[in-house]
Nanobody
Framework: QVRLVESGGGLVQVGDSLRLSCSASGNTFGTSGTAWFRQAPGKEREFVAAFRKTFQITYYSDSVKGRFTISRDTENTVDLQMSGLKPEDTAVYFC???????????????????WGQGTQVTVSA
């Protein structure tokens, strides 16, 4: 089992930056990557960014590419640096981890076995 805890959410203004952190504990050696998803009010949860441990490859959704950066801060912490925030970035942000074998359909929720509780990010216009 892997436990994920998000931190760093808050209320910011348009154009501000914010850094989210995802801390993992438990059997973290049995994970192949970490991702961030988000869910805005009344909408489905959507993929934001992912970090694949092997080859240290990063992936981004088109809506955040160039503004957000996912990185591994420590062995068990993955951060999401968000810049140029927009009102449409307002959402609950979730951290997720895959199992031991990386699955290429990373934009879907199905490969992500472990989930955190989420942290709220609100961007005020």
């Amino acid at each position: 089992q892997v436990r994920l805890v998000e931190s760093g959410g808050g209320l910011v203004q348009v154009g501000d930056s914010l850094r989210l952190s995802c801390s993992a504990s438990g059997n973290t050696f049995g994970t192949s990557g970490t991702a961030w998803f988000r869910q805005a009010p009344g909408k489905e949860r959507e993929f934001v960014a992912a970090f694949r441990k092997t080859f240290q490859i990063t992936y981004y959704s088109d809506s955040v590419k160039g503004r957000f950066t996912i990185s591994r801060d420590t062995e068990n912490t993955v951060d999401l640096q968000m810049s140029g925030l927009k009102p449409e970035d307002t959402a609950v942000y979730f951290c997720a981890a895959q199992g031991p074998y990386w699955r290429t359909n990373y934009e879907s929720e199905s490969p992500w076995l472990y989930w955190g509780q989420g942290t709220q990010v609100t961007v005020s216009a």
